[in-house]
């Protein structure tokens, strides 16, 4: 028994910290010091863009966040126009992306200013680290908007702006937005007419050689249907994740009405239920022929009664401070009228009155 004893004593020592480390002191990321950090410092040193691009891989590899200022230093842009490129200009290209990718995994900060110069080639990219603080980068994401972008980086950039309430993010959607008026004409005692549209996309890929020697580099998609790992990149009404996965993805060209969104983004800035919000840019109304004055008074009324939707909206969103008066003064309704003859007799023909 004693011996016993003895034994569970010996493990119940409490051995003390030494005089110069105290719990406050102990490091909680890996050192400086470590056999990993002194291998990412040597690597940098080197003047080949390969060992550079190791140094990144490693510094992400192993959290080492004391070299983010280091890997900010790498990035050189590379002009995305050029058709053919130097050995130079390629592996430059692939260590901007590696280093893109360590700064995201590293959490780091970086300015709109050390973002914008690579935007272009890596979007997806800029937009997460621009996430981790959108009220710092509203300006350059609402510059993005104005731009022809892929959707689900357009969601993005909006559900930062959204939440953000960013000055000039609720004008410009306006300004975007397109009310299309659909007016089938009918012959008396005949039901509504039906239209339909189609749309069509497609999924592209750029196609680049890889150099040798350089490390395993990811690809960051964007996605709104998530998958197990996949991470948030910017919540709103259309959540956007990102999915990290090795080599070559797909971007997404597919063409989308985006009319419908806009007013979704509005009714999110105004706190309103989509289901209760009356603000709708596409309309179908069914005008049965009565004659040609009477059907200029139908598509008057029409018209008129968007105008002063739009108007209406206008006003609700000044009085809720998302917009200027400046702005209020400058936005105008872009309303188009779509008749559609359906009638069986066509031989009087149907005049669309000119509008202001």
């Known amino acids: 028994m004693n011996r016993w004893l003895a034994i569970l004593a010996f493990f119940c020592v409490v051995i003390p910290l030494p005089a110069q480390m105290t719990s406050d002191s102990i490091p909680l990321q890996n050192p400086a010091g470590t056999q990993e ?5 040597e690597l940098l040193s080197s003047p080949e863009l390969k060992n550079q691009a190791w140094a990144a891989y490693l510094a992400q590899k ?3 966040v004391e070299f983010v200022p280091q890997l900010r230093n790498l990035l050189r842009p590379v002009s995305s126009e050029a058709t053919i490129r130097s050995r130079t200009e390629t592996e430059q290209w692939y260590l901007n992306r590696i280093v893109l990718g360590a700064l995201i995994q590293l959490d780091a900060s970086l300015t709109s ?25 509203e300006m350059a994401l609402l ?6 972008m892929t959707q689900d980086r357009w969601l993005a950039a909006c559900n930062l702006l959204a939440n953000s309430r960013t000055p000039g993010f609720a004008a410009q959607l306006l300004r975007e937005i397109k009310i299309i008026v659909n007016v089938t004409v009918v012959d008396p005692n005949r039901g509504p007419g039906v239209g339909a549209g189609s749309a069509s996309g497609g999924i592209g890929c750029g196609a680049y050689w890889d150099p040798p020697g350089f490390p395993p580099w990811f690809q960051y998609d964007f996605t709104t249907l998530p998958q197990r790992g996949d991470v948030v990149v910017a919540p709103g009404p259309h959540t956007v994740y990102y999915r990290r996965q090795i080599g070559w993805g797909s971007s997404d060209s597919t063409k989308v009405d985006r009319d419908p969104y806009r007013r979704e983004y509005l009714a999110y800035l105004l706190g309103r239920e989509l289901s209760s919000f009356t603000f709708n840019p596409r309309a179908y109304h069914t005008v049965q022929w009565k004659g040609p004055e009477d059907f200029t008074r139908e598509v008057t009324l029409l018209w008129e009664g968007k105008k002063s939707m739009f108007q209406k909206l206008v006003h609700d969103l000044r009085e809720s401070n998302l917009l200027s008066d400046e702005e209020v003064e400058s936005l105008r309704p872009n309303i188009s009228l779509q008749v559609h ?7 009087i023909p149907l005049e669309i009155p000119e509008f202001n």
Do not use: C, G, W
């Open 341 to 347: 003859d359906s009638r069986e007799d066509q031989s």
């Open 143 to 148: 510059s993005m908007i104005r731009k022809e």
């Open 62 to 64: 192993y959290s080492l």
């Open 113 to 137: 200013n050390d973002l914008m110069p690579y935007y272009e080639a890596f979007p997806n990219e800029a937009i997460i680290l621009m996430a981790r603080s959108p009220k710092a980068h």
């Open 37 to 41: 950090a002194q291998t990412v410092r």
